[in-house]
């Protein structure tokens, strides 16, 4: 199943984050997770900033997975920005990344965490999704997609 609909809700969609730098990035994915979770978005911010200073999580062709367990996370819960200038994730190509998917999870729960950072990583890893996601119109056809959801052709 590559529909991620159980990890992302419609409000953790950012589709034209204007972001001057890979922390500015995190920092509003942060905001936006802290907002559908419920959580303190420093402590977001904080468990995400640590586990990008360990090493980038840029995938390459322009994606970032950032992940990490966060305190308080009761099941894995995604963000997703579109970056309107891509930033360096440190990517495996050296590309910058202009699509950002975050995953958070339970410190707990490392088995859920790997299933989900699979999912996401096959869905991202599709080049007509990649396309796609580029391609979307705004945050309702963003999520359509990611959640699995879109009847029609983005591109």
């Known amino acids: ?5 159980d990890l992302i809700a419609p409000e953790a969609i950012l589709p034209r984050l204007a972001a001057t730098s890979r922390k500015q990035a995190l920092q ?6 802290a907002r559908v979770s419920g ?17 980038g999580t840029g995938v390459g ?3 970032a997975i950032p992940h990490t367990p966060v305190l308080g996370i009761i099941q894995p819960i995604g963000v ?32 859920d965490h ?10 991202l890893g599709r080049a ?10 705004g945050a309702d056809d963003l999520y359509a997609l990611i959640a699995g959801t879109a009847h029609v052709d983005a591109a």
Do not use: W
């Open 61 to 63: 062709n322009g994606v």
């Open 80 to 111: 997703f920005a579109r970056l309107e200038i891509p930033q360096d994730f440190e990517g495996l190509d050296g590309r910058a990344c202009d699509l950002v998917f975050m995953l958070l999870s339970s410190p707990d729960k490392s088995g």
């Open 39 to 55: 959580l303190d978005s420093r402590a977001i911010f904080e468990a995400v900033l640590m586990r990008e200073r360990n090493k």
């Open 114 to 123: 790997l299933k989900a950072l699979a999912r996401v990583s096959r869905l």
């Open 1 to 5: 199943m590559n529909e991620l609909g």
């Open 128 to 137: 007509d999704m990649r396309d796609k996601l580029r391609a979307a119109r």
């Open 28 to 33: 509003a994915m942060s905001e936006a997770a």
